[in-house]
């Protein structure tokens, strides 16, 4: 038994103008031990799967399918319920640590409310949790800076005091949403080897939610590419980077900078479709060099490819097999 299994979430929200139909029946599983990322433009879904995955949504949002933790379907348990699971089995690092913290309280305040939330122990004895945390994730003279306040730290930092919160009550899963997001470069590697030396002692599941390719070269054993609200490529790292069965897919990696590379970059012309009142059809078929009529009218089922673990959603992955398809999309730029 997987530790998360997600099967087919669906998310949407009523709005004005029509239903928005943000997570279209999503699926995927994660154990311990495992690095599972997950790419995708701006408003592809990622952040919204994972923000109900931990019951984070707002009452407005009509969610459907599974979400299994341990076996245990959590959308089905009762808000305080659920609160059990989230922050204590599993942790979340948000996006922007600055909006994330409040700049009121002091770090080892906010650390020890986290602790304390979901075990009943002193002040102290949260205290020197808290302490614990900061030196686990590498916040040098922890015990002095316990007592600062988040606008005393560097981003850096206060993305640091994200991971250790997120760790605070030491979870069997960890969700990174974006975790280098605004960050330096050299920053980020100190991030993303905070998480890796973290994820190799405690052994825990994580996440990896992020729009930056190489974050997911480095550190992912699996990877989903989500496109307007659904899973559209399944695979290993090795198999979707090396052998993209999807035109979205090998249009991303087609955009990734090359050292020494010289000329225009590839790129994906047009832009993600309006998740309210969705066209028939496969949702890339209006930026896809390879589209054909079966595209724009019907949409395909996420299928195995020549690989039987990597599922691809095209009706056209066969002939994707030994093609440079990110190069069809530099065709269609320079033109």
Sequence with gaps: MSLLEVKNLCVSFPTEDGVVEAVRNVSFSVDRGDVLGIVGESGSGKSVTSMAVMGLLP????????????GVDILKLEQKQRGAYRGNRM????????????????????????????????????KARAVELLALVGIPQSSKRVDAFPHEFSGGMRQRVMIAMAMANNPDLLIADEPTTALDVT?????????????????????????????????????????????????TVDEIFYEPRMPYT?????????????????????????????????????????????????????VPTDQPAHLARCHRTKDLIGVDASAMFLQETAG
């Design 59 to 70: 009452r407005s949002a009509r969610i459907t399918g599974q979400v299994l933790y341990d």
């Design 91 to 126: 942790g979340m690092i948000f996006q922007d640590p600055m909006t994330s913290l409040n700049p009121v309280y002091t770090i080892g305040w906010q650390l020890s409310e986290a602790v304390r939330t979901h075990n009943n122990i002193s002040k102290k004895a949260a």
């Design 250 to 302: 090998a249009g991303l990696l087609g955009a990734i900078p090359r050292a020494g590379a010289a000329g225009r970059l590839n790129q994906i012309k047009g832009t993600t479709p309006s998740l309210i009142n969705l066209k028939p059809g496969c949702k890339f078929s209006g930026r896809c060099p390879l589209v054909v009529d079966v595209c724009q009218q019907t949409e395909p089922e996420l």
């Design 187 to 235: 920053v980020q590697a100190q991030i993303l080897e905070t998480l890796e030396r973290i994820q190799a002692e405690s052994g825990i599941g994580i996440i990896l939610i992020t729009h930056d390719l190489g974050v997911v070269a480095g550190m992912s054993d699996r990877m989903l590419v989500m496109y307007a609200g659904s899973v559209v490529e399944d695979g």
